[in-house]
């Protein structure tokens, strides 16, 4: 295990230690606000060592604040803190790590297999925006819905009250609005005593601009890559060791404190690493570690655009060894063949041979040229088994990264919804709803911020404008004012039992717990006439089909399902059709 950074209470009870790292410093000094025991500031100098780490030990005990003053500069946080309870430029708080009471110790986590994600934003979730009021949705989650596993959008504390959460500043601190590290404990143990997963998303890419004063401690950053926010985290650069350990260490934090089922690495193709290790094997390899000391499943699963079958390729084999990638093929396959659209990304899209391949193979570009990149895109897909995969026909990504954040709600067809999500919930692939989706949620989840910094501010609205010129520009939200982060929040008020599409998604669950699940993840996928027209066949599984999606994307009729498949005797279970679409959902009887 590695050495503890932050502060932690001495076994006296009376005094904390210190650790930082701050290789770029020459003096660090501790700096303990007032409290209740302590009735005036008082400043520690730090030891050094070797290494460039800072240590004290000193007459401290929770609920006690601090800052950090790095060679006579302004006092900040400590870049591991726990909790921010006064924002991302407030003192750090010493809490106690081990105080909550666990009632989990008979929760052994899920198998890959298992999981159904469901994707949802503390802050929008319900109206208070809070960890406590997400426990009160969770048995709708789990027994009227159906899925397995929540994954929660970054928690980690980020500047002012309104965010995605990738703009995060200090990956340990557990954002204070939403609850803090006692919420956000709650909330997992809540769902674990229910029989629900929770994964979290973590930021290894980058970190926000307001409230980083990471640069002041170390060389956290380097300018031998670039990213889309400018310079890359330091990971193989000198001084990377340091870097290393902040981000390996963090990674741990989050399943050894907060007993998180995963961890969803949010774009992993914009993290790079040359050394002979890459930091993504490093971060699997002790989760892993941690994992099997105790006793859970953990997935860990990495978010790219790449079509890299490295990322989830044993390490034995020259892989990172995750358990899964976020493949985005499908969505887009799926998303402009029912919209029609065909600016950016979705211009090299269009084509239901492309939702069929990868049905079949798990994503469409294998190495084929890409015209929105001008280069190939991905690797082959045959080492990548389909659970491997994670699919969705909606996430935070594409929707919010519309220029107004409208849903499919909004661009689709009911029939054309339907039919996506039944060739969604019953491929092999691992499958990701996105909060709302399952009820026809009208509502946009459009991209909301509340900087304090103007410079910032600016910044981002015209990124955002700039942004949408490729996808035909159009009128962009302002994400500092409070109503865009206002009309993202979701109506609970349409999710009653009702609800044609939450029929419709919850039919589909059953369907999967009985014949995907436990079965052999393969399928066949492939195109059949209907007329003049053509369809889109799925069986599953491949071997031996015990249930079918039969889909016309260009009209209500669809062929008879005896026509053109007569491996098993079918029987209908659902269907829908309008004018735009039809589809039918089949078991073998």
Not at 508 to 519: G, H, P, Q
């Amino acid at each position: 295990m590695l050495t503890p950074l932050g502060v932690r209470l001495a076994d006296d009870g009376h005094h904390c230690h210190f650790r930082v790292w701050a290789p770029s410093a020459k003096r660090v000094r501790l700096r303990l606000l007032p409290s209740a025991s302590r009735h005036e500031a008082a400043e520690i100098e730090m030891s050094r060592d070797d290494s460039g780490y800072f240590s004290a030990h000193v007459a401290a005990s929770f609920g006690d604040r601090y800052f950090y003053i790095v060679d006579d500069n302004k006092p900040v946080p400590d870049p591991v803190s726990f909790y921010l309870p006064e924002g991302v430029h407030g003192p750090t708080e010493i809490i106690d790590l081990e105080a909550f009471q666990w009632r989990d110790s008979a929760w052994q986590g899920l198998p890959l297999r298992d999981y159904i994600i469901y994707e949802l934003h503390i802050g929008t979730f319900t109206p208070e925006g809070t960890f406590d009021a997400a426990i009160k949705r969770l048995n709708y989650l789990k027994s009227e819905l159906g899925v397995s596993v929540i994954e929660i959008m970054p928690v980690a504390a980020f500047p002012g009250e309104r965010n995605w959460g990738y703009d995060g500043v200090s990956p340990y601190a557990v954002h204070a609005s939403y609850g803090g590290p006692a919420g956000l404990k709650r909330l997992v143990n809540a769902a674990h005593e229910i029989g629900l997963g929770v994964m979290l998303d973590v930021v290894y890419n980058h970190l926000g601009n307001e409230g980083n004063y990471l640069r002041m401690f170390g060389p956290y950053f380097t300018d031998a890559h670039k990213t889309p926010w400018g310079e890359a985290i330091n990971y193989d650069a000198a001084g990377s060791e340091g870097v290393r350990e902040f981000v390996i260490e963090n990674a741990v934090y989050w399943i050894r404190e907060y007993h998180m089922d995963g961890l969803r690495l949010d774009a992993v193709q914009t993290i790079h690493d040359d050394s002979p290790r890459h930091i993504l094997a490093d971060i699997q390899s002790s989760v892993q570690e941690v994992a099997r000391e105790l006793r859970r499943a953990v997935c860990v699963i990495a978010e790219s655009d790449e079509n890299d079958a490295k990322l989830v390729r044993p390490q034995s084999r020259d892989g990172y060894g995750l358990d899964a990638m976020w493949s985005d093929d499908f969505h887009h396959a799926v998303h402009s063949v029912i919209t029609g659209e065909r600016e950016g990304y979705f211009q090299d899209f269009g084509d239901i041979r492309q939702i069929a391949r990868a049905l079949r193979e798990g994503y469409v570009f294998q190495g084929e040229y890409f015209k929105f990149w001008n280069v190939p895109r991905g690797t082959s897909a045959a080492e990548v088994p389909l659970p491997a995969n994670v699919i969705c026909i909606q996430n935070h990504d594409q929707i919010g990264n519309r220029a107004k954040g409208e849903r499919l709600t909004a661009l689709a067809s009911t029939a054309q919804r339907r039919a996506a999500a039944a060739l969604l919930l019953l491929a092999p692939h691992t499958p990701l709803l996105f909060m709302g989706e399952e009820y026809d949620e009208p509502a946009p989840f459009q991209f909301f911020t509340s900087y304090g910094d103007p410079q910032i501010v600016e910044a981002v609205r015209k990124g955002r404008r700039e942004e949408f010129k490729q996808f035909g520009g159009g009128d962009v939200p302002d994400p500092q004012d409070p109503a865009t982060f206002e009309r993202s929040r979701l109506n609970w008020k349409l999710a009653t039992p009702e609800n044609d599409a939450l029929k419709w998604y919850r039919a589909l669950i059953e369907l999967r717990k009985r014949f995907v699940t436990s079965a052999e993840r393969a399928c066949d996928a492939r195109i059949v006439t209907n007329g003049a027209s053509e369809a889109l066949l799925m069986t599953v599984p491949k071997s031996d089909p015990k249930h079918a999606v039969l889909v016309s994307f260009s009209g209500p009729e669809l062929p008879e399902i005896s026509t053109v498949d007569q491996r098993a005797a079918w029987e209908k279970v659902l269907s829908a059709a309008d004018e735009c679409c039809a589809v039918a959902v089949y078991t073998a009887s």
